[in-house]
């Protein structure tokens, strides 16, 4: 069964630019969640879609957005990108969503910077 | 490989020997934890998980002992192995939420 995969790997924008990115769940996981992981911030979560819906939002201003399509693939975009974006992007997949009922499988994320 | 995490807490250890790394975590209401391992250049890859009715867990090579008085987790690696290096990270979960409160994590460095 193949992993959850993200694209691009690698990716560097400059600052007010905007990008997205994609990430596709391990087959039959119905829940995408998304984090940023930076040193000095550690993981941080974005949000959670399940079912194309977005269940759950973290804290982060809304140049963050995603969305989830029916094939349970997600995207998220940032616009107007700024310096402190930068960061690797790390989605999870899970069958049900809800850490407590099965563990979330990352994906190898993609490292974005802003220059 | 990438460097995930410039500012974290560093455990050295010589292959063979066994390593614990700990982690407090901050509310009592907690009653999931998992420990996740991440190599350079790679996403989390789950370890093991414990519930909050349990106190000790075992897996391969891997034990978690989770003291709910002073909310304090911890990862015991018997054996450790140069394979073993990388980020650990444990993350808190109370029941229906979809959300984990990761902690910083402690980067285990395993010398041949």
């Known amino acids: 069964k193949a992993g959850v995969t993200q694209t691009p790997r690698y990716l560097i924008k400059t600052r007010g630019q905007q990008v997205t990115l994609s990430c596709s769940p391990i087959?039959?996981?119905?829940?995408v969640s998304w984090y940023q992981q930076t040193p000095g911030q550690g993981l941080q979560f974005l949000f959670e879609?399940?079912?194309?819906?977005?269940?759950n939002k973290g804290n982060f201003p809304g140049r963050f957005s995603g969305r989830q399509f029916s094939n349970s693939r997600s995207e998220m975009n940032v616009s107007t990108l700024e310096l402190g974006d930068s960061a690797l992007y790390l989605c999870a997949s899970s069958l049900e969503g809800g850490v407590s009922t099965g563990e979330l499988f990352f994906g190898e994320g993609s490292r974005l910077t802003v220059l | 490989g990438e460097s995930v995490g410039l500012h974290l807490p560093t455990l050295s250890v010589q292959e063979g020997d066994n390593s614990i790394i700990n982690c407090a975590y901050s509310?009592?209401?907690?009653?999931?934890f998992i420990w996740y391992k991440q190599e350079s250049g790679k996403g989390p890859q789950f370890i093991i998980d414990?519930?909050?009715?349990?106190d000790k867990r075992q897996g391969q090579r891997v034990t978690v002992l989770l003291n709910k008085t002073v909310k304090h987790l911890s990862l015991q690696i018997a054996a450790t192995q140069p394979g073993d290096s990388a980020v650990y990270f444990c993350?808190?979960?109370?029941?229906?939420?979809?959300?984990?409160?990761f902690g910083r994590g402690t980067s285990l460095i395993v010398h041949p």
């Open positions: 879609y399940f079912s194309e819906t977005q269940r």
């Open positions: 087959s039959g996981h119905r829940s």
């Open positions: 993350a808190e979960n109370i029941g229906g939420s979809y959300i984990p409160t």
């Open positions: 509310n009592s209401a907690s009653d999931y």
């Open positions: 414990i519930r909050s009715n349990m």
